[in-house]
């Protein structure tokens, strides 16, 4: 099973209330110690769940860490419902610092930067993991942002898909380095509003024609 079929099995499967225990414990697990510091038989003893509870849903470890995998890759996909929203009347101002508010939400979460950790350091052995992340993730973002740019092209000389690259970098580059550093903590939802209407004023200054960066 691959993660793509996993996130599907996943979304198509109504899990008992046993199998999402499970998975609960083994997502804490597996983004606490990663893939090969995870003992199963620690998982069990720790969490007061049987090992034969565990393979009765979960043949094997692996299987068991795709699920997890699977599992967040789901929850991820789920928390970027912003790109799937109408901007409607919105003026270019307001969707990009609504963009730059999500975005950042999700790369500053705990849980998803340790899934991100995760997906990074598996996707040297299983590639297709990587990808998945890739697609769901920032590439959705990437074409969200280029249609908004495509519609806003007569304000600016710079292509679509360079802006969508440009602004997605000024956002998250700076606040999610010093995370995985550890140098910074989760950062406030007031911080976040803050970064994300000071960048994206800084973006449109820098990038777009004065007369319509306000538009």
Not at 1 to 14: H, P
Not at 38 to 61: C, H, L, P, Q, V
Not at 199 to 210: E, H, K, P
Request: charged share 25%; glycine share 4%; with cysteine.
């Amino acid at each position: 099973m691959n993660s793509r079929q996993a996130v599907a099995q996943i979304k198509a499967t109504d899990m008992t209330p046993k199998e999402q225990e499970i998975l609960e414990v083994a997502s804490r697990y597996f983004l606490g110690h990663g893939y090969r510091g995870t003992s199963i038989n620690a998982m069990a003893r720790d969490s007061g769940i049987s090992k034969e509870s565990i393979y009765r849903y979960f043949s094997s470890k692996k299987d068991l860490f795709e699920a997890v995998v699977a599992k967040g890759l789901a929850e991820y996909k789920q928390r970027l419902e912003f790109l799937e929203v109408e901007t409607g009347s919105a003026t270019l101002k307001e969707t990009l610092v609504a963009a730059a508010e999500s975005i950042l939400s999700l790369l500053n979460d705990a849980d998803m930067l340790a899934l991100r950790r995760l997906i990074f350091h598996e996707a040297e052995t299983t590639p297709e993991i990587g990808a998945y992340y890739y697609e769901i993730g920032p590439r959705a973002a990437y074409a969200y942002l280029e249609k908004i740019f495509r519609n806003n092209r007569h304000c600016s000389t710079f292509p679509p898909a360079k802006l969508a690259h440009y602004f997605v970098a000024l956002v998250v580059h700076y606040p999610l380095l010093r995370r995985q550093c550890g140098v910074a903590t989760e950062l406030s939802q007031r911080k976040i509003r803050a970064h994300a209407a000071e960048v994206t004023s800084d973006f449109l200054t820098a990038y777009f024609d004065q007369g319509h960066s306000r538009e």
